[in-house]
């Protein structure tokens, strides 16, 4: 079976072989100066702090989790705009966690990030032409004279007009420029785009557009994705399988229709539980709702144990003291929790 391939049953690309991307243990923490009391001294940020994930050919992946969960951290990680504290990330097997520059090269090309802002991620001085054609510049990927030509196979595959390659960027639409951003990132021909909540920025109607564009290049390209999002329907619309972050850490991964059907985790069940329910328009009765009290901790100071227990209505005294370990609650579901369980019925409508 080919990683394009597809069950009837579950809906879910079965990907065979070793995986394309691999990261074991990574940690990200930031040296920031203190506040108040802790003004002279320097605090680290623990951005992320310990993911593990594992990425194979063709197959998609979504991180999900509340802003300031490390999401966007672990995106630039795995891109390595970012050098880890700790930890490995492995691209067909080669550890490029601690690379510099020079050594880094040969591997850009294979790994490109498509940023959330179509706006400030788009040099407004260049024109399209330009910031398509610098990564086959760069990359030496088209001979002498093929430039022009490859830029507008470029612009024409993700929808838009090859004769505008020397306009600027601010004559485009926010949905425009979102797309002029995925023909840089295809133009190295990349085995893997990390798309960092690439239609949060775009108006409803837009973001339809644009996802379509990238579920068609993913099938024709086979293009493996590392997918961003606040939006759990687009997640569960687009990727295989969805590991869910909460300050730093991954707390449950599993296929899309496993985690969507039956999520073990607290934090996962509250995620979900938040979404909008088109059957209440058809008459459904309302589901019950998880409200967490709260803020999330602070990743310059989380909490011992479980990072989840300050805002848990399962927390107990084991919370406190001893870190749960991501295990495998159901076939190829792993879950970081103590009282894993899927949701019954009598959930509680609030957390407590």
């Known amino acids: 079976m080919t990683a394009a391939s597809a069950t009837a049953k579950s809906g879910v690309r079965k990907v065979e072989g070793a995986p394309l991307l691999q990261l074991e243990d990574v940690q990200m923490h930031f040296r920031i100066k203190g506040e108040g009391m802790l003004a002279r001294r320097n605090v680290m940020v623990q951005a992320v702090d310990?993911?593990?994930?594992?990425?194979?050919?063709?197959?998609?992946?979504?991180?999900?989790?509340?802003?300031?969960?490390?999401?966007?951290?672990?995106?630039?990680?795995?891109?390595?705009?970012?050098?880890?504290?700790?930890?490995?990330?492995?691209?067909?097997?080669?550890?490029?966690?601690?690379?510099?520059?020079?050594?880094?090269?040969?591997?850009?090309?294979?790994?490109?990030?498509?940023?959330?802002?179509?706006?400030?991620?788009?040099?407004?001085?260049?024109?399209?032409?330009?910031?398509?054609?610098?990564?086959?510049?760069?990359?030496?990927?088209?001979?002498?004279?093929?430039?022009l030509k490859r830029v507008q196979e470029l612009l024409e595959l993700v929808g838009l007009n090859p004769e505008h390659y020397n306009r600027y960027p601010h004559e485009f639409s926010g949905g425009q420029r979102q797309r002029i951003g995925i023909a840089r990132a295809l133009a190295a021909r990349p085995k893997i785009i990390v798309a960092d909540e690439p239609v949060s920025a775009l108006d409803v109607s837009i973001q339809a557009q644009v996802m379509n564009l990238l579920e068609n290049l993913r099938?024709?390209?086979?293009?493996?994705?590392?997918?961003?999002?606040?939006?759990?329907?687009?997640?569960?619309?687009?990727?295989?399988?969805?590991?869910?972050?909460?300050?730093?850490?991954?707390?449950?991964?599993?296929?899309?229709?496993?985690?969507?059907?039956?999520?073990?985790?607290?934090?996962?069940?509250?995620?979900?539980?938040a979404v909008p329910d088109i059957g209440v328009v058809r008459g459904v009765p309302p589901k019950n709702r998880i409200r967490l009290v709260g803020d999330v901790p602070s990743p310059v100071d989380p909490p011992s144990g479980c990072r989840f227990r300050t805002r848990c209505w399962k927390a107990q005294d084991i919370c406190a003291t001893q870190?749960?370990?991501?295990?495998?609650?159901?076939?190829?579901?792993?879950?970081?929790?103590?009282?894993?369980?899927?949701?019954?019925?009598?959930?509680?409508?609030?957390?407590?």
């Not at 050919?57 to 504290?85: D, M, N, W, Y």
């Not at 606040?230 to 899309?256: I, K, N, Q, S, T």
């Not at 159901?330 to 509680?348: L, M």
């Open 219 to 273: 099938k024709e390209l086979g293009i493996a994705f590392v997918f961003i999002a606040h939006d759990l329907g687009v997640v569960r619309h687009f990727c295989d399988r969805v590991a869910v972050m909460y300050l730093g850490r991954v707390v449950e991964e599993a296929p899309r229709n496993a985690l969507y059907e039956k999520p073990q985790h607290p934090y996962t069940q509250a995620l979900l539980s």
């Open 50 to 147: 310990g993911v593990s994930l594992t990425l194979s050919p063709g197959e998609t992946l979504g991180l999900v989790g509340e802003s300031g969960c490390g999401k966007s951290t672990t995106a630039r990680l795995i891109t390595r705009l970012l050098e880890p504290t700790a930890g490995t990330i492995k691209y067909q097997g080669v550890d490029i966690a601690h690379m510099s520059e020079r050594q880094l090269r040969p591997y850009r090309r294979e790994i490109q990030l498509i940023f959330q802002d179509p706006y400030s991620s788009l040099n407004p001085r260049h024109t399209v032409g330009t910031i398509v054609g610098t990564a086959l510049r760069t990359h030496d990927m088209v001979p002498k004279g093929g430039e």
């Open 323 to 352: 870190d749960p370990q991501l295990l495998e609650k159901a076939p190829d579901q792993t879950v970081a929790c103590h009282f894993a369980e899927p949701p019954v019925e009598s959930i509680v409508a609030e957390a407590v």
